[in-house]
C-alpha cells in the first residue's frame, strides 16, 4: 500500500512537471511570434511568473526584457509588473541590492497608477528582502504596512502571506508571542483559501516558535504536518526550508544521523531551486554536522561553499549598493513626508481661516438683524465666546497634532540611520581584521588607510548613533496612529501582551532593570468593542509608568522591598475594571490632581514629555470610559479603567 501511495505521488508529480514544461514551450512559441506590443510584454510576464521559483534566473531574463519593452511601449502597468518579478527572480539568486532596487522602483509605479493590492505586493516583496538582510525592524515597518492597506480590501492569500511573514519577523526579533499570535491569524484566513504553500509557509514557521520557546514535542508536529503537507500535496516551495528545519531541530537534540539525513535533502531541494541563501543556511549546518561526526573532508567541502557563497551573497560592494540604495530611499521618504507636512498645514490653515471667516459672518448677520442695543450685545458676547473656545480648540488640536507629525519625523529620520550605523559597525570588526592582516604582514601604509577609514567611521557613529536610539523609542510612543475602528478585542489577551511588551522592552533598554510583574485576570469577561491600539496605547503608558515607579524605589536598597507591578480585570456595576498597580512610592497629595494635564510629568527633565496619561485620559473618555488614580504616597499607586462592558 506505501509503495502504491509513493507511486501515485511521484506519477502526480512527473505529470505536473510535464505539464508545467508543456506550456512554457507554448508561451516561448508564443512569444517568437508575436509583435512587439503589450500582449508579448504579458506573454514575457507569464513565463517569467511559471519560473521564477523553480528557475530565477531564467526568470530573470524574461521579465529584464518584459522591462525592456514596457519602458519602449510606455506601458507603465507593464514596467512595474515586470520589476516586481525581476526583484523577486534576483533576491532568490541573492542579488539583493538588484532585488530591492528594482522593488522600490514597482512600488513608485504602483503608487502612481493607484493600484494598493499591487502596492500591497511591493511592500511585501520589500519587507522580505529586509528579512533576508537581517534588518528585522525595517522589515516589520514594511510587512505592517502592506497589511494595513490589505485590511481595506478583500481577503486573499497575499493578505496571508504577509500576515505569516510579520509572524516571523517578531520570531526573528526574539518576541515568539507576537510571533505566533500572527501566524495563527495568517493560519486562521488561510483556512479560507486552503492555499498548499502557504499551509506548509504557516506550519513550518509554527514549529520553529515552539522549537525555540523549548516545547519540542509540539515543534516537531508541526514541522511533519508542513513536510506531509508538502508531500501531499505536491508543492515544492517550502519542501526545502522544511527539511533545514528537522535537520537543525534534529541537530540540536544530537541526533546527528537524522539531521544529516534531512540536511541532504534540503541542500538537494535548494540547489535545485537555485536559492542561494538556502545553500548557504544548509551548508553552514553540514559543517557543524561533519564536524561533530569527525568528517573532516566533508566539511572542509562544505566550509569552502560557506565562504564563497558568504561572499557573493554579502560582499563588501554589495554591501556599499545595499547602504547607497537604503539611503536614497531614506531621502525619498523624507521629501515625501515634508511635502505631506505642507499640504496638511495649508489644509488646515485654510479650514481655520474658513471657520473664522463663518463666524465672522454669523455675528454681522446677528448685528445687522438685531439693531436692539441689548439683544445684540448678548449675540455678541454669546458669539465671542463661541470664537474665543473654537480658536482654543482649534490652537490646541493644532499642537498636539504637530507635536505628533514632530515625533513621527524624528522618530523616523533617526531610526533608518540606526540601522546603517549598527552595520557600518560590524564593518569596523572586518576592517580591524584586515588591519591586523596587514600589520603582521609588514604592510603598515596599508594598515594606516584601514586604521584613518575606521576612525572616519566611528566619528560617523559616535556624533549621531548613542542619543537617536534613546530618541526614538520615546518619540513612537506618541506618534502611532491607528484606524479608529472599534472591533470586539479580548481585553484579558491586550492586557498581559502589553505587560510583557512593556518589561520586556525596559529589559532591553536597562539589563540591570528588573521587577516582578503579575496578573489578575478574569477569564469569565467577554470580548468588549474598543479601538484595540488606542487601549493598548492607554494600558503601555500606565504599565510603563508603573515599572518606572519601582524602578525607582528599588534604587532606594530598601530592606525587604520587591518592585511588583500587577495588572487586573474584572466586571463591576455593569462595567470592565482594568487595574495597573504598582508598590512604588506613589503620587504625592500637592500634585495627584495635575497628572492628567498635558505636559505635566513627575519625572526628571529629559525622561518623560508629559503627555502620556493625558493622551491616555482622552483615548478612555473617547470610548465612554473613565480613568482614576488611588494611591498611598511612598506605598503604592493603583491607576483604574472603567470601560463599558459591551
Same mark, same amino acid.
Given at each position: 500500500?506505501?509503495?502504491?501511495?509513493?507511486?501515485?505521488?511521484?506519477?502526480?508529480?512527473?505529470?505536473?512537471?510535464?505539464?508545467?514544461?508543456?506550456?512554457?514551450?507554448?508561451?516561448?512559441?508564443?512569444?517568437?511570434?508575436?509583435?512587439?506590443?503589450?500582449?508579448?510584454?504579458?506573454?514575457?510576464?507569464? $513565463?517569467?511568473?511559471?519560473?521564477?521559483?523553480?528557475?530565477?534566473?531564467?526568470?530573470?531574463?524574461?521579465?529584464?526584457?518584459?522591462?525592456?519593452?514596457?519602458?519602449?511601449?510606455?506601458?507603465?502597468?507593464?514596467?512595474?509588473?515586470?520589476?516586481?518579478?525581476?526583484?523577486?527572480?534576483?533576491?532568490?539568486?541573492?542579488?539583493?541590492?538588484?532585488?530591492?532596487?528594482?522593488?522600490?522602483?514597482? $512600488?513608485? @509605479?504602483?503608487?502612481?497608477?493607484?493600484? %494598493?493590492?499591487?502596492?500591497?505586493?511591493?511592500?511585501?516583496?520589500?519587507?522580505?528582502?529586509?528579512?533576508?538582510?537581517?534588518?528585522?525592524?525595517?522589515?516589520?515597518?514594511?510587512?505592517?504596512?502592506?497589511?494595513?492597506?490589505?485590511?481595506?480590501?478583500?481577503?486573499?492569500?497575499?493578505?496571508? /502571506?504577509?500576515?505569516?511573514?510579520?509572524?516571523?519577523?517578531?520570531?526573528?526579533?526574539?518576541?515568539?508571542?507576537?510571533?505566533?499570535?500572527?501566524?495563527?491569524?495568517?493560519?486562521?484566513?488561510?483556512?479560507?483559501?486552503?492555499? %498548499?504553500?502557504?499551509?506548509?509557509?504557516?506550519?513550518?514557521?509554527?514549529?520553529?516558535?515552539?522549537?525555540?520557546?523549548?516545547?519540542?514535542?509540539?515543534?516537531?508536529?508541526?514541522?511533519?504536518?508542513?513536510?506531509?503537507?508538502?508531500?501531499?500535496?505536491?508543492?515544492?516551495?517550502?519542501?526545502?526550508?522544511?527539511?533545514?528545519?528537522?535537520?537543525?531541530?534534529?541537530?540540536?537534540?544530537?541526533?546527528?544521523?537524522?539531521?544529516?539525513?534531512?540536511?541532504?535533502?534540503?541542500?538537494?531541494?535548494?540547489?535545485?531551486?537555485?536559492?542561494?541563501?538556502?545553500?548557504?543556511?544548509?551548508?553552514?549546518?553540514?559543517?557543524?554536522? @561533519?564536524?561533530?561526526?569527525?568528517?573532516?573532508?566533508?566539511?572542509?567541502?562544505?566550509?569552502?561553499?560557506?565562504?564563497?557563497?558568504?561572499?557573493?551573497?554579502?560582499?563588501?560592494?554589495?554591501?556599499?549598493?545595499?547602504?547607497?540604495?537604503?539611503?536614497?530611499?531614506?531621502?525619498?521618504?523624507?521629501?515625501?513626508?515634508?511635502?505631506?507636512?505642507?499640504?496638511?498645514?495649508?489644509?488646515?490653515?485654510?479650514?481655520?481661516?474658513?471657520?473664522?471667516?463663518?463666524?465672522?459672518?454669523?455675528?454681522?448677520?446677528?448685528?445687522?438683524?438685531?439693531?436692539?442695543?441689548?439683544?445684540?450685545?448678548?449675540?455678541?458676547?454669546?458669539?465671542?465666546?463661541?470664537?474665543?473656545?473654537?480658536?482654543?480648540?482649534?490652537?490646541?488640536?493644532?499642537?498636539?497634532?504637530?507635536?505628533?507629525?514632530?515625533?513621527?519625523?524624528?522618530?523616523?529620520?533617526?531610526?533608518?540611520?540606526?540601522? /546603517?550605523?549598527?552595520?557600518?559597525?560590524?564593518?569596523?570588526?572586518?576592517?580591524?581584521?584586515?588591519?591586523?592582516?596587514?600589520?603582521?604582514?609588514?604592510?603598515?601604509?596599508?594598515?594606516?588607510?584601514?586604521?584613518?577609514? +575606521?576612525?572616519?567611521?566611528?566619528?560617523?557613529?559616535?556624533?549621531?548613533?548613542?542619543?537617536?536610539?534613546?530618541?526614538?523609542?520615546?518619540? $513612537?510612543? @506618541?506618534?502611532?496612529?491607528?484606524?479608529?475602528?472599534?472591533? $470586539?478585542?479580548?481585553?484579558?489577551?491586550?492586557?498581559?501582551?502589553?505587560?510583557?511588551?512593556?518589561? @520586556?522592552?525596559?529589559?532591553?533598554?536597562?539589563?540591570?532593570?528588573?521587577?516582578?510583574?503579575?496578573?489578575?485576570?478574569?477569564?469569565?469577561?467577554?470580548?468588549?468593542?474598543?479601538?484595540?491600539?488606542?487601549?493598548?496605547?492607554?494600558?503601555?503608558?500606565?504599565?510603563?509608568?508603573?515599572?518606572?515607579?519601582?524602578?525607582?524605589?528599588?534604587?532606594?536598597?530598601?530592606?525587604?522591598?520587591?518592585?511588583?507591578?500587577?495588572?487586573?480585570?474584572?466586571?463591576?456595576?455593569?462595567?470592565?475594571?482594568?487595574?495597573?498597580?504598582?508598590?512604588?512610592?506613589?503620587?504625592?497629595?500637592?500634585?495627584?490632581?495635575?497628572?492628567?494635564?498635558?505636559?505635566?510629568?513627575?519625572?526628571?527633565?529629559?525622561?518623560?514629555?508629559?503627555?502620556?496619561?493625558?493622551?491616555?485620559?482622552?483615548? +478612555?473618555?473617547?470610548?465612554?470610559?473613565?480613568?482614576? +488614580?488611588?494611591?498611598?504616597?511612598?506605598?503604592?499607586?493603583?491607576?483604574?479603567?472603567?470601560?463599558?462592558?459591551?
Amino acid at each position: 500500500m506505501k509503495n502504491f501511495i509513493l507511486f501515485v505521488i511521484l506519477f502526480s508529480h512527473a505529470v505536473n512537471s510535464i505539464g508545467q514544461d508543456r506550456v512554457i514551450d507554448s508561451l516561448s512559441n508564443l512569444i517568437s511570434k508575436s509583435a512587439e506590443d503589450t500582449n508579448r510584454v504579458k506573454l514575457l510576464l507569464n $513565463l517569467s511568473d511559471r519560473t521564477y521559483f523553480n528557475s530565477p534566473a531564467i526568470s530573470l531574463e524574461y521579465s529584464k526584457k518584459a522591462v525592456e519593452l514596457s519602458r519602449k511601449l510606455g506601458f507603465t502597468e507593464g514596467i512595474a509588473s515586470a520589476l516586481n518579478l525581476a526583484g523577486e527572480a534576483s533576491r532568490l539568486t541573492g542579488n539583493y541590492p538588484q532585488a530591492l532596487r528594482m522593488q522600490l522602483e514597482a $512600488l513608485e @509605479h504602483y503608487r502612481k497608477l493607484k493600484n %494598493p493590492n499591487a502596492e500591497a505586493n511591493s511592500l511585501s516583496f520589500i519587507g522580505i528582502i529586509y528579512m533576508d538582510l537581517s534588518e528585522y525592524h525595517q522589515a516589520l515597518s514594511y510587512l505592517l504596512s502592506a497589511d494595513h492597506i490589505r485590511q481595506n480590501l478583500p481577503s486573499s492569500p497575499n493578505r496571508v /502571506f504577509a500576515l505569516a511573514n510579520i509572524g516571523i519577523s517578531y520570531i526573528l526579533l526574539n518576541k515568539p508571542d507576537s510571533g505566533l499570535y500572527y501566524l495563527r491569524i495568517a493560519k486562521k484566513h488561510n483556512s479560507e483559501f486552503n492555499h %498548499p504553500q502557504l499551509n506548509s509557509f504557516i506550519l513550518r514557521n509554527i514549529g520553529k516558535v515552539y522549537n525555540e520557546t523549548g516545547k519540542p514535542d509540539s515543534a516537531l508536529y508541526y514541522y511533519y504536518a508542513a513536510l506531509q503537507n508538502s508531500k501531499i500535496t505536491n508543492e515544492s516551495i517550502n519542501l526545502g526550508t522544511i527539511q533545514l528545519s528537522l535537520a537543525e531541530f534534529y541537530y540540536k537534540l544530537r541526533q546527528y544521523d537524522s539531521s544529516l539525513f534531512y540536511a541532504r535533502k534540503a541542500i538537494k531541494e535548494s540547489q535545485r531551486t537555485s536559492q542561494k541563501s538556502k545553500i548557504l543556511e544548509t551548508s553552514s549546518l553540514l559543517v557543524e554536522l @561533519h564536524r561533530a561526526t569527525n568528517n573532516l573532508d566533508s566539511a572542509f567541502y562544505y566550509e569552502d561553499i560557506v565562504t564563497s557563497l558568504q561572499d557573493s551573497l554579502y560582499g563588501k560592494e554589495k554591501f556599499k549598493q545595499l547602504q547607497l540604495l537604503m539611503l536614497e530611499e531614506q531621502q525619498k521618504q523624507q521629501e515625501i513626508s515634508r511635502e505631506q507636512e505642507h499640504f496638511r498645514n495649508k489644509t488646515k490653515m485654510i479650514a481655520l481661516w474658513s471657520i473664522v471667516g463663518v463666524i465672522l459672518i454669523i455675528v454681522v448677520i446677528l448685528y445687522r438683524n438685531n439693531r436692539h442695543k441689548q439683544k445684540t450685545n448678548q449675540v455678541l458676547e454669546a458669539t465671542l465666546s463661541n470664537l474665543k473656545q473654537t480658536q482654543a480648540q482649534l490652537v490646541q488640536s493644532e499642537k498636539m497634532a504637530s507635536l505628533g507629525e514632530l515625533t513621527a519625523g524624528i522618530a523616523h529620520e533617526i531610526q533608518n540611520p540606526l540601522n /546603517f550605523m549598527n552595520n557600518f559597525s560590524e564593518v569596523n570588526k572586518e576592517l580591524l581584521e584586515e588591519m591586523k592582516e596587514e600589520m603582521n604582514s609588514g604592510n603598515n601604509s596599508q594598515a594606516k588607510d584601514i586604521a584613518d577609514d +575606521v576612525i572616519k567611521n566611528e566619528e560617523k557613529i559616535n556624533h549621531h548613533g548613542k542619543r537617536a536610539d534613546a530618541i526614538v523609542k520615546g518619540m $513612537l510612543q @506618541h506618534s502611532r496612529s491607528s484606524s479608529g475602528q472599534k472591533v $470586539l478585542t479580548d481585553i484579558n489577551a491586550l492586557c498581559d501582551e502589553y505587560l510583557r511588551l512593556s518589561y @520586556h522592552g525596559l529589559r532591553a533598554k536597562d539589563k540591570s532593570f528588573n521587577a516582578k510583574f503579575e496578573t489578575g485576570l478574569d477569564n469569565s469577561i467577554e470580548k468588549i468593542n474598543i479601538v484595540p491600539q488606542d487601549i493598548g496605547r492607554v494600558l503601555l503608558n500606565l504599565i510603563n509608568n508603573a515599572f518606572y515607579a519601582v524602578s525607582e524605589k528599588a534604587k532606594q536598597n530598601i530592606s525587604g522591598y520587591t518592585p511588583t507591578v500587577t495588572i487586573s480585570t474584572k466586571r463591576i456595576n455593569g462595567k470592565l475594571e482594568i487595574s495597573v498597580a504598582d508598590n512604588g512610592n506613589g503620587i504625592p497629595e500637592t500634585v495627584k490632581e495635575k497628572i492628567f494635564q498635558p505636559f505635566f510629568t513627575t519625572k526628571p527633565t529629559g525622561q518623560g514629555t508629559g503627555l502620556g496619561l493625558s493622551l491616555s485620559y482622552d483615548i +478612555v473618555k473617547a470610548h465612554g470610559g473613565e480613568i482614576k +488614580v488611588d494611591t498611598k504616597e511612598r506605598e503604592w499607586t493603583n491607576f483604574i479603567i472603567l470601560l463599558p462592558n459591551k
